[in-house]
């Protein structure tokens, strides 16, 4: 038998010692699930390692990454303790890359998604109405196509257009994954950002942040 639980992980843009930073994870995986100590050099320089549950993990989020914890991850321990089937592993693995390539990476370059999904809710909640009528027009319009694909193209379209913005759906594949097509710039991955951030009276949170 082979060590399980880290298929899903193959295929995030991340370093271990980030991703146990910001609790990376994709298709059932999460690092929350394998972490066991994080060891990290605080800014007074102590060496100091700290568990799981000190860690406080929620989606995309840990003690370390909002500041509770300053310090700079040195070392992670991961539980390798569940074991399963070679064929059984290589099948899970071949299930997360066929959906990374149909819904991720296999349309347009991407990050994943940019925000942290539930700190989205604030927007759902202030424009239902938008939403109610976008889910009516894309029930009706869904008849007509049968190609997944497109039915999700379409989905992100209406959703921006029900928001008034329907310029922004050419940055996305769907509404929390800006991708980045040939002529996409900087301006327009920070217009999103400023967009989802006014959206949602400054509630969205950023699953990446870089902090300087």
């Not at 059932?28 to 700290?50: A, G, P, Y």
């Not at 568990?51 to 500041?67: A, E, V």
């Not at 209406?158 to 008034?164: A, D, K």
Request: proline share 1%; net charge positive.
């Amino acid at each position: 038998n082979l060590i399980k639980d880290f298929e899903g992980f193959s295929g995030i843009p991340a370093t271990v010692g980030g991703a146990a930073i910001n609790n990376a994870g994709s298709s059932n995986s999460e690092m929350s699930k394998v972490v066991k100590t994080v060891t990290v050099i605080t800014e007074d320089n102590k060496k100091l390692t700290f568990s799981n549950s000190d860690l406080d993990y929620k989606t995309r989020q840990s003690k370390i990454k909002i500041g509770d914890i300053k310090a700079y991850v040195i070392q992670v321990s991961l539980d390798i303790s569940s074991k399963d089937s070679k064929e059984n592993i290589e099948l899970n693995y071949k299930k997360y890359q066929e959906y990374r390539v149909k819904n991720i990476d296999g349309r347009n370059k991407s990050l994943g998604s940019v925000f942290v999904s539930t700190t989205l809710r604030p927007i759902y909640k202030r424009y239902k109405l938008n939403f109610i009528c976008k889910a009516i027009v894309f029930r009706f319009l869904k008849i007509f196509i049968s190609d997944i694909t497109n039915r999700k193209d379409l989905n992100t379209r209406l959703i921006f257009l029900f928001l008034g913005y329907p310029r922004m759906a050419q940055h996305c594949d769907s509404f929390n994954r800006f991708v980045w097509k040939k002529n996409t710039s900087e301006n327009d991955y920070f217009q999103y950002i400023y967009l989802m951030k006014k959206l949602s009276r400054n509630k969205a949170v950023l699953e990446n942040q870089i902090k300087e």
